[in-house]
């Protein structure tokens, strides 16, 4: 009877520990932070926040765009090496912030295909997550492979994509974008303030705003012109606004 007894109450701690996993895993988050010298968003943003909050409000009042807005579109241009940030206000309405340059990103015009290929991907992503931890600063990680990059590759029977694709501080990059440190600040900041759910990012060979035709690098997979035709639309909602 008292081993029966020592069971259900194991069993029920078990349930309480597993009910409850979340609310402990929040709770001790700050001290396992500390024992292991990981840092989390909260701790970047008290490093930094203030001073990258510091650089982005002067830019969105200029554009008369209420910080922090109701959502975030970053265009980065591959053969521009830029990094266009634009913000919607509060009736919808895009509007142009900044231009970052993009300080390094391996590879060339066209999309990624497969792990290892040293490619930047193209096409229209959403915000994966930050990374306070990152071996390049810090980061945003873009959700690649998205359903289009799966879509494709199952249809010419690829099955290694490839991930970790993230806009990162420093200037080295191996099939990511590095935007320097303080603009990478500048950009984990805005996407913590705005949230990650409300960031979209457009990652295209050319500006096709500005009448440049589809880069003819060979081959490129038939299904090109389909991902370019998406990535014009989404650029055709955004002001064209000539680099400072």
Known sequence: MKRLHLLLILLAVVAVAFA??????????????RITHRKTVADRLAEFG??????????????????PPASVKLVAIKADREMQLYASDRQGSNHWIHTYRIQAASGVAGPKL??????????????????????????LRVGYPNQF????????????LGGDIMIHGKNVSIGCLAMGDEAAEDLFTLAADT???NVT???APVDFRSGKSTPKIAPL????????????????????KESP
């Open 20 to 33: 409850f996993k979340p609310l402990l895993q929040s709770a001790l988050a700050p001290l396992t932070s």
């Open 50 to 67: 203030e001073a990258a909050r510091g650089r982005l409000k002067p830019r969105f009042d200029q554009a008369r765009v209420k910080y």
């Open 114 to 139: 497969e792990e290892g290929d040293l490619q930047v991907p193209e096409g229209i992503y959403p915000a994966d997550s930050l990374n306070p931890n990152s071996l390049y600063h810090v980061a």
């Open 149 to 160: 990059d799966r879509a494709m590759a199952a249809k010419d029977g690829r099955t290694n």
């Open 195 to 197: 949230g990650l759910k």
């Open 201 to 203: 990012i457009i990652i």
């Open 221 to 240: 997979p038939p299904w090109s012109e389909t991902l370019y035709s998406q990535i014009k639309k989404e650029l055709t909602v955004l002001p064209l």
